[in-house]
Nanobody, 121 residues
Framework: QVQLVESGGGLVQAGGSLRLSCAAS????????MGWYRQAPGKQRELVAA???????NYADSVKGRFTGSRDNAKNTVYLQMNSLKPEDTAVYYC???????????????WGQGTLVTVSS
């Protein structure tokens, strides 16, 4: 029963910054890739940043140069530093992870419940 819990969302003015965290807990053997997704009102969920086990991150074009993904494998935690926030960044942000359970033989996709980021003008 692996669980991902996001934190760090909130209300910020345009140009401000937030740092999101996502911590995985449970009977985890290993975590491969982790990612951040977001879903804005009236829009489909989209990939924001994909972070490999080694910490290399690929970003959506809309956030390149503004967002930075990182992870702490010892803590089973991934972060998303968001700078120069824009109103169009307003969305619910979700954490995703590929998790290998203790004794497992295949990776499972696990999703967090999401954290709301609101960027005001």
């Amino acid at each position: 029963q692996v669980q991902l819990v996001e934190s760090g969302g909130g209300l910020v003015q345009a140009g401000g910054s937030l740092r999101l965290s996502c911590a995985a807990s449970g009977s985890i053997s290993s975590i491969n890739a982790m990612g951040w997704y977001r879903q804005a009102p009236g829009k489909q969920r989209e990939l924001v940043a994909a972070i490999t086990h080694g910490g290399k991150t690929n970003y959506a074009d809309s956030v390149k140069g503004r967002f930075t993904g990182s992870r702490d494998n010892a803590k089973n935690t991934v972060y998303l530093q968001m700078n120069s926030l824009k109103p169009e960044d307003t969305a619910v942000y979700y954490c995703n992870a590929e998790v290998l359970l203790n004794g497992g033989v295949r990776f499972l996709e696990v999703w967090g419940q999401g954290t709301l980021v609101t960027v005001s003008s």
